[in-house]
């Protein structure tokens, strides 16, 4: 055999154990002294290139993906013992296995590798609202959130699939935002009963609704329908609010008027007793008379519904004085509680004590009148002797009668005032003005209710 053949068969020899993997390069399984069975790690190498077969491997395809080779020995060789092939997937898969393979010698790729489909997971359900995928959950589908009537998102309302498989932003929420709404009653006005100064006044509960259609609590700050009102305008106010603690509110108010006639004013030499407030719708006002007086008229008068009194008002007019007594208790007995009396003496009509008295009395007539005093004159001396009240003359037995019971002298001008019981009050001998008079009744004589009336009618002797 010559030297040339060796060599060629020694180079095939070389090649088929580089083949089929006996050589010492590379990766497989080998034994060690024990037979334990040793992995080693894979290294790939450049082995010689064999020209003949430029297509040792299969041609390498990766579906949805993308397959870069490489070859030591140029191009259109990508095929040929040794190529590497670097692996990719398109946008929205992922690569499972190697990403990178080489052509073996055993004519078969170093490994092997797909590209899956990427998909987001499926979203969660949110509390009040859905969403909406039209194109699922695969990478770039969009998910839509929603939320049920009556709440508003808060967070993304848009969410992507990405490329690593999650989703972008975060899971939003979907909060109650929108306030319930409610509907108060309209306002009221009402007229206060008769002889009242108050009226009772129901309302329907108000409107309430929530476009979440959760529970609502109602508030009330007020009086409940069905109160009795006062006079004067009174404000209901409600307020509702739903789950979320949203709030809203109405208001309307309740008016109570009450009907008034114009105020009345007492007789002269009278007073009033009404119920009520004296002038509102429905009362009724009692005249009566002072000590003295007589009423004319009707008793009682009563404020109707059109802001007008019933009947005439009512006259107080002096009593009637009988002068043709012939005691003089039976004259005294006629003002017992009813009036005082000032009885004034003079022994003549030129007395000028008298006439400096006669001429302030005449001055002072009205508020005599209106302090309930009646004068009594005792003038001049038996057998001339005159007694009169008001012009009307009296008996002579009467008048004698007075002057003993009252010891009254005829010598000197002399003024006795006697309360409402006929007792002897003051005594004056020399002439008195009215603002004295008027003073010492005042002080001593009247009542709180007298002062009362004296300083409600005290201008009408002005």
Known sequence: MSAKVFMFLLLEAHVFAEIVGLTSEGSGTTYNSHSEVVHEEETYYTPQLDYRKSRWCHTLTLSNGEVSC???????????????????????????????????ASRRWSGTAYCRRVRCHVLPLISHGTYHCPDGTVVDSRCEYMCDPGHQIEGDRLR??????????????????????????????????PDKLTAKVSWDRPQVSDSAGKSLDLMRVGPESGSVFTEGIHII????????????ACKFSVHIEVKRCPALKPPIHGYLTCSSSKNNYGAVCESHCESGYERQGPATRVCQFNRSWSDE????????IKTDVRTAAALLDQFYE???????????????????????????????????????ELLGVQPKEVGRIKGRHLDTQVVEDLRQSLRISTSYFTMVLLDEYGMDRERFV???????????????????DERERLEANREFCD
């Open 160 to 193: 992507i699939c990405q490329d690593g498989g999650s989703w972008s932003g975060s899971e939003p929420t979907c909060a109650d935002l929108e306030p319930p709404k409610i509907k108060c009653p309209a306002s009221k006005v009402k007229v206060a009963e």
């Open 338 to 376: 009813k009036r005082r009396l000032l009885v004034v003496s003079t022994p003549d009509l030129g007395n000028e004590y008298y006439k400096l008295q006669n001429i302030m009395l005449q001055k002072a007539d009205c508020g005599l009148d209106l302090r309930h005093v009646t004068v009594i």
């Open 313 to 320: 008002p009512a006259l107080c007019t002096s009593m009637q």
């Open 70 to 104: 490489s070859s030591p020995y140029g191009r259109n060789l990508y095929s040929s013992l040794g190529s590497r092939c670097e692996l990719s997937c398109d946008r929205g898969y992922k690569l499972l296995g190697r990403p990178s393979v080489q052509c073996m």
């Open 430 to 448: 020399n002439p008195a003005s009215s603002e004295e008079l008027f003073a010492h009744i005042e002080d001593f004589l009247l009542d709180e």
């Open 237 to 248: 106010r409600y307020r509702v609010y739903d789950q979320a603690k949203n709030r809203a």
